[in-house]
Structure formats: C-alpha cells, structure tokens
C-alpha cells in the first residue's frame, strides 16, 4: 500500500534542520509577506523558513498571482539577514536557488531538470517550480534588512488543481513523486538543504557553470519583458553575476522570458 506523501511534518523537518527555525501554516495568504515581516521586526538574523501547503494570495513577478492549490504542492520561504554589501549581484539569490533546486529534483527523484532565466524551473519543458526573491528594506533608516527567497514547487498537486489557462504551459512532480514514494516532508528537507548549500556558495564561479549545464535559453533566441519594453535576441551566456548577455552584447540583470525559440 502506497503512503500518504502529501501531509507536511513540519517537526520532522525542524529536528532535521535545528539550524533553522521553521514557521509552518496549512494555510496563508503569502509566506514572502509573512517573511518580510519577520526581518522587519528584527527577527531576520537567523535564517527562517515560512512553510505552507496552501497559499491564498501567492504572488509572482511583477505582482502577478502565483497559482497555489491546496493539493499537495509545497510553498516556502527562507528568510535570509544580508548586508548592502551582499547585494552586489542581487541575481545570484534567484540563480543559487535555482541550482539548489534541480540537485533536489535529481538527488530526491531521480528527474533531470532545466532552468529557464531567471526564475522557473522546467521538467520536460513545462515550469512545476517558481522562484521570488525579493529586498526587504527598512522604510525608516533606508537600509537594506535581508531578502526573502521564496520557492513554489507543484509537488503533489494534479494539473486539474490550476487554471485552465495555465495548462499548457505548467506540470506536477506528482507522477514522479508516487512512483519514488518521497514525502513532501522528505523533498522539503532535501529542498532546504540544497538550497542552503548553494546560496553559500552563490559568489563562486563554478556554480554559475554548474548553473549554465541546466540553461534552456542559451544558444537560443528570446523575447524578453523588462516590463516597460521587450527586447529579442540570441542568448550568448549568462555571465559569473547570474546576468544574460545576448550575442548584441547587451547585459541583463533582471527580466522575463517569455518567449524562447
């Protein structure tokens, strides 16, 4: 018999992670807003995870819904204490989370996955995982208090749990996930670690070249949405600050992909 794999066990998962103090809900409006609140009151120097099964108003670049049933997928977010000087290449959050998320996929499930620029994790060419990472500043002294790096992972969810209009372009690990009977809470320790281990390691080169192995724009042309204008052309390399370069010379630190040829 087949194990329930959805229910998160947010105990089992702060034993695994003593490091860490975790902040579990089965249901909240947004963990990046309940995240940012956390910094800003001064409670942001030890990293904390906000962990949901269901968020009510998730949200995306540019302020966009992020679709969240409450079916089976994981929704967290880490809240990371981090000076001006860190933010020297702010992209590197989103890549390093990047990266620390196909190891999970490749070390937990045995599935291969790609990256698509910036923030979108791809399994056979459809997106089951989206990153945030976002600058939580102190409107009072101006200063940069820490960034949230929030990660959405459709795990158990079923592609009947999401809008029609998403259909073709999203999937679920739920298939995958049954068959290896890895837990949301055996996956969302793994995530944790992973991640952790490439955001300390997000300034060394090679996990930019590591990132790079998991690219699905380089080599390709694109239209990207810098959000007053989009702009087309062939990607030549994401360079050692997670930034795209495109064979015009033309450097990107910030951006959509929306389309990729």
Excluded at 117 to 140: A, F, P, Q, R, Y
């Amino acid at each position: 018999m087949k194990k329930d794999l959805i229910p998160i066990n947010p105990y089992t998962i702060q034993q695994a992670l003593p490091q860490l103090k975790i902040h579990y809900y089965p249901e909240i409006a947004s963990t990046n807003q309940l995240a940012k609140q956390l910094i800003l009151n001064n409670k942001g120097q030890q990293v904390q995870v906000v962990l949901t099964n269901h968020q009510t108003k998730g949200y995306g670049r540019h302020g966009r819904p992020f679709s969240s049933p409450a079916t089976g997928g994981i929704y967290l977010t880490l809240t990371l204490p981090v000076t001006t000087h860190d933010l020297t290449s702010p992209g590197l959050f989103t890549t390093a989370a990047g990266v620390g998320v196909v190891r999970t996929l490749t070390s937990t499930l045995h599935q291969p996955a790609q990256i698509k620029w910036v923030n979108d994790v791809l399994v056979d060419g459809k997106k089951v995982c989206g990153i945030l990472s976002e600058v939580v500043l102190n409107t009072d002294t101006n200063q940069v208090q820490g960034i949230v790096l929030g990660i959405g992972i459709n795990y158990l969810s079923k592609i009947n749990d999401f809008p029609s209009e998403l259909h073709d372009r999203i999937g679920t690990l739920a298939q995958i996930a049954q068959a290896t009977q890895c837990s949301s809470t055996t996956f969302t320790i793994a995530l944790l670690t992973n991640v952790l281990a490439a955001l300390a390691d997000r300034t060394n080169p090679k996990l930019m070249t590591e990132y790079r192995t998991y690219s699905v724009v380089i080599g390709h042309e694109v239209t990207l949405n810098l959000g007053n204008q989009k702009i087309t052309g062939r990607v030549q390399d994401i360079n050692d600050q997670g930034e795209l370069v495109l064979t015009s010379g033309a450097v990107f630190g910030a951006g959509e992909v929306v389309k990729l040829r």
